[in-house]
């Protein structure tokens, strides 16, 4: 019962208060893409999810590889992007041979899921927070499924941030950015973080 808590805590934290967006501004730009149009946000969550949750059992090998490596900092972001493409083409190339009806639908998905910098960070993020191989797989499965939700929470404000109420310097990317920023500070205030002056 224990083990499940810390499960679930873990989960937690990786979800909203590790939130990529909200706590570390990555990948704000591709959330204000696909924000914009929500028939995308179902498919785009599938695919976002199943790629962070992959790489970081990948990344979890690979740091396990290079750990006695004084110098990995050097190398080790490019080794990560190698790490993601990898993903990436095995992923458009198992859809285009297992399931071809689905390839011509999911590829625009695995595009921009793939190739953020929201992706490339958590690798970064749960190589620092994680230990174990079930530490990095719930880590990154958490930071997927918190991108969706920013995604989600941007994507229901859409249409109000281009509202004719919103003064015209301010309509659509300002506001949204200080939409985003009022999201973090809750979001920091939930991790238990105060600001001492």
């Known amino acids: ?31 204000v893409v696909i924000s914009r149009n929500r028939k995308n946000l179902f498919g785009f969550g599938l695919s976002v999810t199943y790629i962070t949750a992959l790489i970081s059992v990948l990344t979890y090998f690979v740091n396990k590889l290079f750990a006695n490596n004084d110098n990995s900092y050097i190398y080790m972001p490019l080794v990560y992007i190698c790490v993601l493409g990898f993903v990436y083409i095995l992923t458009l190339l198992c859809l285009w041979k297992f399931l071809p009806r689905l390839f011509a639908k999911a590829k625009k998905y695995v595009h921009i899921s ?8 958590s690798m970064f993020l749960i190589s620092k927070y994680c230990e174990t191989l079930s530490d990095y797989f719930i880590h990154g499965l958490g930071i ?28 659509g990317y300002p506001i949204m950015l200080i939409y985003l920023g009022i999201l973090s500070m809750a979001f920091w205030g939930l991790s238990g973080h105060t600001l001492n002056y």
């Open 144 to 171: 997927g499924l918190g991108f969706v939700f920013a995604v989600y929470l941007t994507a229901i404000v859409y249409d109000k941030i281009y509202s004719e109420k919103v003064p015209y310097p301010f309509r």
């Open 1 to 31: 019962m224990e083990l499940m808590g810390n499960i679930m805590m873990t989960a937690f934290i990786a979800v909203f208060v590790e939130n990529t967006i909200f706590s570390r501004a990555l990948g704000t730009s591709t959330l």
């Open 114 to 121: 793939a190739f953020n910098c929201a992706v490339l960070g």
